[in-house]
């Protein structure tokens, strides 16, 4: 699928990062990836292979529980199961997927997560080698699989320009922190 290789912007990323301080990337190519430590499809193990929580223990001793996630949309369900996985074994997951609810695999995320986030007024603009890409043709979603705290249901709606807007301030800030 052409998209599958789309990148999340960068706003929607860093927002989401203030709020839940990821320690990785779990679908991630050399060229989109959000966090320093990342997965591959060419990695061995792949992420699809490997346990996330074991993987990531020496990283989470440091404080985070959370990890980042846009997997590829033309095969989501692997992805959907490998999170609720990591978060049976303690580690959370912050997955921004398509919204079909029509699918099985929404279903599934949905009887897993602990907050279904829609995002309102508006599609979002996913980034192709750096620049934002027209033709997002479905809305987003973001489940929060949070650790060992599986089918809480709690649904949020979020508007997409305000998440761009934390996502901005969160990037302006942290460059100010940079330049200091």
């Known amino acids: 699928m052409a998209n599958d290789s789309w990148s999340t912007p960068n706003e929607i990323y860093e927002a989401l990062n203030q709020e839940f301080g990821f320690c990785a990337d779990m679908a991630a190519s050399d060229?989109?990836?959000k966090h320093s430590i990342y997965w591959t499809e060419n990695d061995t193990p792949n992420s699809l292979e490997m346990d996330w929580a074991?993987?990531?223990?020496?990283?989470?001793?440091?404080?985070?529980?959370?990890?980042?996630?846009?997997?590829?949309?033309?095969?989501?369900?692997?992805?959907?199961?490998k999170a609720i996985?990591?978060?049976?074994?303690?580690?959370?997951?912050?997955?921004?997927?398509?919204?079909?609810?029509?699918?099985?695999?929404?279903?599934?995320?949905q009887e897993y997560a602990t907050e279904t986030r829609f995002i309102t007024k508006g599609r979002l603009a996913f980034l192709e080698n750096g620049k934002p890409k027209s033709g997002n043709n479905k809305g987003s979603v973001i489940f929060v699989f949070g650790p060992k705290m599986a089918g809480l249901g709690k649904v949020t709606f979020v508007e997409r320009d305000k998440l761009i807007a934390k996502g901005k301030t969160a990037i302006f800030q942290s460059t100010i922190k940079r330049a200091a």
Request: proline residues 7%.
């Open 54 to 81: 074991d993987s990531l223990e020496y990283i989470e001793s440091k404080g985070s529980k959370y990890v980042w996630c846009n997997p590829p949309y033309s095969a989501i369900l692997p992805w959907v199961a």
């Open 85 to 109: 996985e990591a978060q049976q074994n303690g580690l959370g997951v912050v997955m921004l997927v398509m919204c079909d609810p029509s699918v099985a695999w929404f279903a599934l995320a």
């Open 31 to 33: 060229e989109n990836h």
